[in-house]
């Protein structure tokens, strides 16, 4: 079985910012999730390069166009690449072998009768390169960048695009499937209720672009040269065509749900299968565009939270195939309360108990039949939501099991030994492996890494619904899947040093460690301070057993008031750093000193 999916292809006049991240991660998304499913696919995304905006960016950069698409492409790869976008085809328009693909379509639109020579007076927006008519401006401005559109009289030749202006309705008609969501498709039929006009295929006024094959003195239509490059992915004239999936923004559909149609009907080829049509990525309420400056790095966003944590943002707070409003703060809050405190958590939680307790090993048990079910409802609801492309609902529902995960976990005690403690680690372990499956459509990285820890690979779809992870099967030591953030929302006060010498710091010696019954985090601790035994709850049980505390000197604040931690009462604080309960790092001299000593 093949599948077919495209972006949309950017225009590279700058720098990528997180619109043109957002449409690559969704396309990668689903991309992962068919070739999961066994489906031979084919990715393709790619840059415009060539036409009269590219033309006065370079001029304005003091460079030939060549060059700086040259520059500015390799920009756009960097970006997907950072992103782990796994494209199979990264095309750009003046590569030669799509010169040769756009040359021979122009050619048969040329002999086929559809394209003819006359002269183009009208308006122009050179940022999106689309003809407009008076009353299609707003305010005598492009009605996508707000720009003054530009008034062009020159000779061109002419497609004959009215002609198809009846087959292209009745299509959409006899195919609701072909445009998603419905609401686009609508606003398609609502502008075709008017009779198309002819579209000008050809510029005389400017240089950069593809020439025609009979008149050499006119360069290519830049959408026509741009649209026509599914088809050089696609191996025209043979190969790949139809696709499957255009996965396109709403300010560019008509020129894909009715140009591009109508030249394909001219060829004679079939239409694509279905073009869904995403929202917009906003900040502040307003789109984020190149052209009005309006626009957020995501290299810089992926660089400095991770690939996966900008992914699973994107996909979650923006409901697919509408808008969605970027907030850094947002990304913050769900990378620390959603991957790491809940996904991140149950995943270390689970590895992090088999390594230390059971030498890495998985213990005998027994699978719960009640997770197996519910894994296995997860799996068909996430799958009916995948086809139907409801990408933001299905990563919602698979998320739900990693919550689910937490609780069984906590619900079961494994801490307390006997055969229970082993069924809920083998049923534990199988759910995270299914969960490394489920998500890794959606955080090819993590997940990967976490697939590595649990001892197997991500594999296929199926091995979700398996629960195949047996007694005896071994895991590595795990590390965190994903770090948390810090946020600081005001300056600290600052102390005096009067303030700092009211603390009692001395250095004590663990006599006795024990974990805390129903908890994975505490450990009940035991020294002596001016000859007297003290006790200390210390929530370090994550990152150390109690076997590696007998006899280390740490840091102990003496001379807090107690205070009661799961019925014991704690006398002081050990001093620790570290930003999550996983990385924390006690606080020790460099060198053994006597006990009691003052910290000053």
Known sequence: MKFFITTAIDYPSTEPHLGHAYEKICADVIARYKRLRGFEVHFSTWTDEHGLKIQRYAEAAGKHPKDFVDEMAAKFRRMCDLLNISYDDFIRTTEPRHERVAQEVFRRLWEKGDIYRGKYEGYYCAECETYYSEKELQNGKCPVHGRPAEWTSEECYFFRMGKY?????????????FILPRERANEILKRLEEPLRDLCVSRSTFEWGIRLPMDPGHVMYVWVDALTNYLTTAGFPGGLWPADLHLIGKDISWHHCVIWSAILLSLGLPLPRQIYIHGFVTMGGE?????????????????????DALRYFLLRQIPFGSDGEFTEEELVRRLNEELADIFGNFAHRVLSFIHSRFGGRLPAGEIDARVRERVLEVVREVEEKMDRLELTQALETIFSLASLGNEYFQHCEPWRGGPEAGNCLVTSLNLLRSLSILLYPFLPASCARLAEMMGCSIGRWEDAKSFELKPGHEVRKPEPLFQKVRVLNSQPERATLQDFEKLDLRVVEIESAERVEGSDKLLKLVVRLDGERRTVVAGVGKRYGPEELLGKQVVLAANLAPREIKGILSEGMILAAGETEEEVSLLVPDRRVKPNTRVR
């Open 165 to 177: 202006w009846e087959k292209i309705k009745e299509h959409l008609r006899e195919h609701p499937e």
């Open 287 to 307: 789109k984020l565009s190149k052209s009005r400056g309006v626009r957020v790095d995501p290299v810089a966003l992926a660089q400095k939270y991770s690939p």
